[in-house]
């Protein structure tokens, strides 16, 4: 999108007054403060799942018991999930909006400065909590981040921390977006209409509605299998006449629209980084827009294609099935797109364009596998097996992961002044995408030829594809640590940032702020032709 | 600040705090709904 402005460069802005040291990040309002804590929790929490997926990988390097007893196994399989998911990738993108919503609309800051700094200091304790669960009697939650009953009924007090961490990061996320909505209906700078937005900030409003939509029935959901273990309630227990599919129809509920809570606001930082690499205008703005929407009614409409096992009726498994298949429609529209913007266009490949690229083409991977998986037919014989782990895994690690690289690398910059090593980068994108196909691809055919997930033995047949597996996991996991060696070095020592690195990025933050941006920006509101 | 400033940024804050309301009612009504359904389930 290309967006014309005049009106003054910024104000009084340098005059940060605040205070210094922890007191500073525990009290703060200021949305750049708040979105750099998220963006460092969320790294904090990406490696500790990290750790638990190399656990889970190094069980697996060769057939046979080796190193965790099964149900340890189990445990580090869920708390893995869980604490990507709501520890990692979620907070990640929050952050990326604290930083970028109110920048990006000629914001002075949040709507609610002190509600945000309350919507991250839930999440560190939710954390501690699922942490913590690994080391009380009977352990971790050991179901699966999916939580299925009855066996989360029959678990230790491990699943009542999970239920609470659930509850304290619902409220956080439900709050966050009520704010972030409020930001984006009430605070655009004058001229600044809906559909003068940057795409990210799109995305950002779509997600945020899914958000307090789906985060209540998880809230819901678990509360349910809380009281069925403590309360003498019989939701889901069939000992008592009740029903575990209600639950899965109910964690699906959330549970499909929380991939495109992932998703969508990674598809918003892609569209930002591939338009100012290729240096031309978004190609279909609107049709961008409309896809997203799209997207987001759709995931509520197809909950049901992760339950085609559990007899569900043939009416329903086919009406899921063309629905589940419809979203290829809207997600196949934001791929053009996103190739026609690079049609022609003077393109360079800096180490953000390389991880939208990489994007690109793994997410279409991703995508692809799971309209396999939307087939019934093909979905009972695939179904829990390692194809569903290669193909979520290419839509949250290469689709949700490689987008958030992508947007650090892009907006570093302007968030510390500095550059970082742009060999480096270069670096961490090649290792991340070799070492990720080499842990993640083979896995497809694992799953092909009947290799269940969540299983901490395998039969010999499968040894080789295993070996190569975890050969890349461990690769992929050291090569994080090449990524976070960049950005230490960046803020440490890295090059002066010039106002400008990117000719082509041209939203209100790179055409009105100077870089680094300014502790308080658009105190007074540009004007936006 | 002016006096002008301080009435619109009151205004503003205002008009938040009735957006925030509104959504926050939404997710209550949804979640009331959702619990008395199930309820009539268990």
Same mark, same amino acid.
């Given at each position: ?20 040291? +922890? ?145 304290? +990061? ?75 599919? +209600? ?283 | ?42």
């Amino acid at each position: 999108m290309s967006t014309a402005v005049h009106g003054h460069t910024h104000g009084h802005d340098d005059h940060a007054h605040h205070p210094t040291g +922890l007191r500073r990040f525990l009290t703060t309002t200021n949305h750049k403060d708040i979105g750099t804590m998220y963006l460092w929790f969320a790294f904090a929490m990406f490696l500790t799942g990290g750790v638990m997926a190399l656990i889970i990988r190094a069980e697996l390097f060769q057939p046979g018991l080796q190193i965790t007893h099964p149900d340890f196994f189990n445990q580090m399989i869920s708390l893995h999930g869980l604490i990507m998911v709501f520890g990692a990738i979620m907070p990640a993108f929050v952050g990326f909006a604290n930083w970028q919503i109110p920048m990006m609309i000629g914001a002075p800051d949040m709507a609610f400065p002190r509600l945000n700094n309350w919507s991250f200091w839930l999440l560190p304790p939710a954390a501690s909590l699922l942490v913590v669960s690994l080391f009380v009697p009977g352990g971790a939650v050991a179901a699966g981040w999916t939580l299925y009953p009855p066996l989360t009924v029959q678990m230790g007090m491990g699943m009542d921390l999970a239920i609470f961490a659930l509850h304290i +990061l619902g409220m956080s996320s439900i709050l966050g977006s009520i704010n972030i909505i409020t930001t984006i209906l009430n605070m655009r700078a004058p001229g600044m209409t809906l559909m003068k937005m940057p795409l990210f900030v799109w995305t950002w409003l779509i997600t945020a509605y899914l958000l307090v939509a789906v985060m209540p029935v998880l809230a819901g959901a678990v509360t349910m299998v809380l009281t069925d273990r403590h309360f003498g309630t019989h939701f889901f227990n069939p000992a008592g006449g009740g029903d575990p599919v +209600l639950f899965q129809h109910v964690f699906w509920f959330f549970g499909h629209p929380e991939v495109y809570i992932i998703a969508i606001p990674a598809f918003g930082v892609i569209s930002q980084v591939i338009p100012a690499f290729s240096r031309k205008p978004l190609f279909g703005y609107t049709s961008m827009v409309y896809a997203t929407a799209s997207i987001a009614i759709l995931s509520f409409l197809v909950w049901a294609h992760h339950m085609y096992t559990t007899g569900i009726p043939l009416e329903a498994q086919l009406y899921f099935m063309y629905a589940t298949s419809l979203i290829a429609v809207p997600t196949g529209v934001k791929v053009f797109n996103w190739v026609a913007t690079m049609w022609k266009g003077s393109l360079s490949f800096e180490t953000p364009m390389l991880f939208a690229i990489g994007f690109l083409f793994l997410f279409t991977i991703g995508g692809f596998t799971g309209l396999v998986l939307a087939i019934t037919p093909v979905d009972i014989q695939l179904h829990d097996t390692y194809y569903v782990v290669a193909h979520f895994h290419y839509v949250m690690v290469a689709g949700a992961l490689f987008s958030a690289f992508a947007g650090i690398y892009f907006w570093l910059p302007k968030w510390i002044g500095r550059m970082y090593d742009e060999k480096l980068g270069k670096w961490h994108f090649w290792l991340s995408f070799i070492t990720f196909n080499l842990a993640f691809f083979v896995q497809h055919f694992l799953g092909l030829a009947g290799m269940p997930r969540r299983i901490p033995d395998y039969a010999l047949q499968f040894a080789d594809f295993n070996m190569v597996s975890s050969i890349g996991a461990f690769g992929f996991g050291l090569s994080q640590l090449l990524f976070l060696y960049i950005i230490v070095k960046a803020i440490r020592s890295g090059e002066k940032a010039p106002a400008r690195p990117w000719e082509g990025a041209d939203t209100l933050e790179w055409t009105h702020l100077p870089t680094p941006a300014p502790y308080h920006s658009f105190e007074t509101p540009p004007l936006v032709k | 600040m002016t006096a002008r400033s301080t009435a619109m940024n009151k205004e503003r804050e205002r008009k938040n705090v009735r957006t925030a309301l509104s959504i926050g009612l939404v997710v209550l009504v949804s979640l009331a709904y959702f619990v008395y359904n199930v309820w009539q389930f268990r």
